[in-house]
């Protein structure tokens, strides 16, 4: 299994080690570590089982997001599901989570239109990330997207190139790299679209034998 070659984001020091999941959910809360604390209406931190042995990584809550507080909930998330569906495994026993914890957008009138977290808001944010996989130690993680490749790998792994491929973390637990589901509802084409959405299912039927 390779490795990836570069740091990875996460800067989790296990000053709170002694914390569960859900004090480090309310924590987050009041996180100030980037700018986009001052964005969105609260931070979104991840939700599932957590003794889960798959833990999926995304990019950002999206709006629905943000107003339910949830992670995935959205269109892509709905999406989501109903491929987690098709591959057969079972969203309630898995752990889903995100890079950035809160909605990173930019105000258009009534709309608030999502806007891609840097590598510096991917990096500080990543302390949290780094906080849930030490406190569920998965036998898997999977990085949906590019944001989330970065914030677990950092530079040098492309989603184009590397999809679908086991790489080790810095916490030797294995990843699955494939794209965000989010891609799916961008693709205009309606063959292309089907395609990519059969490649995701099938990327996703590969955890199973880790559940």
């Known amino acids: 299994m390779p490795a990836a070659t570069r740091k ?12 569960s999941l859900v004090a480090m959910k309310q924590e987050a809360k009041h996180c100030q570590r980037c700018e986009i604390f001052r964005l969105g209406t609260r931070s979104v931190f991840g939700e599932g089982a957590v003794n889960a042995k798959v833990v999926f990584v995304g990019e950002q809550p ?5 107003i339910e507080g949830r992670p995935f909930v959205g269109p892509a998330g709905k999406l989501f599901d109903a491929c987690l569906n098709e591959a057969g495994i079972d969203r309630s026993t898995c752990y889903v989570t995100n890079a950035v914890k809160r909605f990173k957008f930019e ?11 840097n590598a510096g ?3 500080r944010c990543a302390w949290w990330l780094g906080g849930e996989i030490d406190r569920i130690h998965p036998a898997l993680l999977v990085a949906l997207g590019a944001s989330a490749s970065f914030s677990l790998f950092g ?14 973390t810095p916490w030797g637990i294995p990843a ?3 794209i965000h589901p989010s891609l799916l509802l961008r693709i205009r ?6 395609h990519q959405r059969r490649a995701f ?6 955890i199973k034998p880790y559940i």
């Open 8 to 19: 990875p984001a996460p800067a989790f020091s296990g000053e709170h080690a002694s914390q």
């Open 155 to 168: 530079r040098g792994i492309k989603v184009t190139r590397d999809r679908g491929r086991l790489l080790e």
């Open 201 to 206: 299912v099938s990327d996703l039927a590969r």
């Open 121 to 123: 808001e991917i990096r």
């Open 189 to 194: 084409d309606r063959q292309e679209a089907e």
């Open 62 to 66: 999206g709006h629905q997001e943000d």
């Open 107 to 117: 105000q258009r009138g009534k709309r608030r239109l999502h806007s891609k977290p």
């Open 176 to 178: 699955l790299l494939t």
